[in-house]
Every structure is written in C-alpha cells, then in structure tokens.
C-alpha cells in the first residue's frame, strides 16, 4: 500500500512564508518525479513544482523564485519552502508522486495540506 503524508499547512499572513512537507511509504521499486500541485476554490489542480530523482526542478511560472522544492531519495519526502506568499497563493496543495510499485506504474496523491494567506 502506497501512503503520501503530508503536513505544513495553515494560515499566514501575505509575505509570510509556510513549509510543506510529504512523506512517502510503500513497497516502490522506483520512483520518477515527486512535486506539489494546488488546487484553489472553484479552480482545477495546478502544477506547483516538481523534482525528478537528479535534482532537476520545474517551477510554475506563478512561483516566481518565491518557492523551492527538495527531496530525500533515501527517506523518500519531498518538501516545498514557500515564501512571500500572497493571498492568492490560498489552496489545497497536494503532495504527488509517480513511480512504480511491484513493477506497476504508479501515481500517488497526498490528501491535501490547507494553505491560506490572509490578514
């Protein structure tokens, strides 16, 4: 069974700054990319950032050098340090993995991490 946990969500207010955190467990015999992506009120699910196994990172163009994305290989996590957020940076940012798992391809959610950005 595959299980992406994350946490770091809550309020801040606008230039503040949150970190995410997701941590992944399961019987993977590879895993690909692992990134963040946020879905707003009445928006569908964007793509935040993602970072294949070599480091390599992909940002949205919203992000604007205020976000960055790192992983462990070894304990599998994935985090996203968010700063200068602004209230439309408000959603429900999801933890994403792709990979395989018993030679089976594989992509995985979190649950979700509420992130708002208010005064």
């Known amino acids: 069974q595959v299980q992406l946990a994350e946490s770091g969500g809550g309020l801040v207010q606008p230039g503040g700054s949150l970190r995410l955190s997701c941590a992944a467990s399961?019987?993977?015999?590879?895993?690909?990319?692992m990134g963040w992506y946020r879905q707003a009120p009445g928006k569908q699910r964007e793509l935040v950032a993602s970072?294949?196994?070599?480091?390599?990172?992909n940002y949205a163009g919203f992000v604007k050098g205020r976000f960055t994305i790192s992983r462990d290989n070894i304990k599998i996590t994935v985090g996203l340090q968010m700063n200068s957020l602004q209230p439309e940076d408000t959603a429900v940012y999801y933890c994403?993995?792709?990979?395989?798992?018993?030679?089976?391809?594989?992509?995985?959610w979190g649950q979700g991490t509420l992130v708002t950005v208010s005064s």
């Open positions: 970072i294949a196994p070599d480091g390599r990172t």
């Open positions: 994403n993995l792709d990979g395989k798992v018993l030679g089976n391809p594989l992509s995985a």
């Open positions: 399961g019987r993977f015999s590879v895993i690909y990319s």
